[in-house]
C-alpha cells in the first residue's frame, strides 16, 4: 500500500468507518490528522476517538464545531454560520490525512458548496473507504465517479468489512487501487489490529 503524504479521506456514506480506518492509517504510516468541519457534539467528535485510539497521533482542532449531528450546511446554518472552505489553510505537517465530513456530496454550505470545494482549496489527492459487503460496488463506483468528475484525482480505496474477494478484485481493477482491506472490529481492544493490517498491507503491496 502506498499512501500519499498528504490526502483527503472521504467515504461511500455515514457510518462506513471511515474514522476509525483514519486512526489506523494515520498510526500505520505516520500521518497527522485533521477534520475541518466536525457536526455532532453530542458524543466524542471524530478527533476525540482519533486521539483516544491513537495518541502518538498528531492532531489539529477543527475549523467548524457544530453542535448538531447533521449534514454541515443545516448544522451551520442552525447556528448562524456558513462555511467557506477558501478561509483554510493545512497545518504544517509533512505527512497528513484530512477527513472529509461524511460522504462526497455531502453539502457543505448553500449554493451550494461541495466537499470537492474543500479538497480542491486544499489541494489533495482522495483516498474513499468504502465497504466490502454487497452493493458496496455500486455506492463506491458512484463515490468515485464523482470525485473524478469533480476533477479530483482518487489516490486509492480503503476497504472496511469481512472479506469478499469478488468485490475486492472488480473495485481493484474497475475502480482504483485498493491500498488496504480492514476488519470490522469491536472499539476499543481489537484497534491495534487495524494498524497491524494496514502496516502489512503497505509492505504486501
Known sequence: MSL?????????????????????????????YWKPVQAGLDGPTDTEVVQALAPDVPTWPEAWRLRRAASPHAAAADEGLRIDPRTLTLPPADRLLVEGAGGWMVPLAEGPVWQADLARH?????????????????????????????????????????DHPENVRDLHRWGAPVLARLPRVSLPDDFPRLVAEVARSRTAR
Open 4 to 32: 500519499p503524504p498528504r490526502f483527503f479521506l472521504t467515504g461511500t456514506d455515514t457510518d462506513v468507518g471511515k474514522t476509525v480506518a483514519a486512526a489506523a492509517l494515520c498510526a500505520a504510516g505516520g500521518h497527522a
Open 122 to 162: 486544499l489541494g489533495l489527492p482522495v483516498v474513499v473507504v468504502a465497504r466490502t459487503a454487497l452493493g458496496t460496488l455500486n455506492h463506491t463506483f458512484l463515490t468515485l465517479r464523482a470525485v473524478r468528475d469533480d476533477g479530483l484525482e482518487v489516490a486509492g480505496l480503503v476497504l472496511v468489512g469481512p
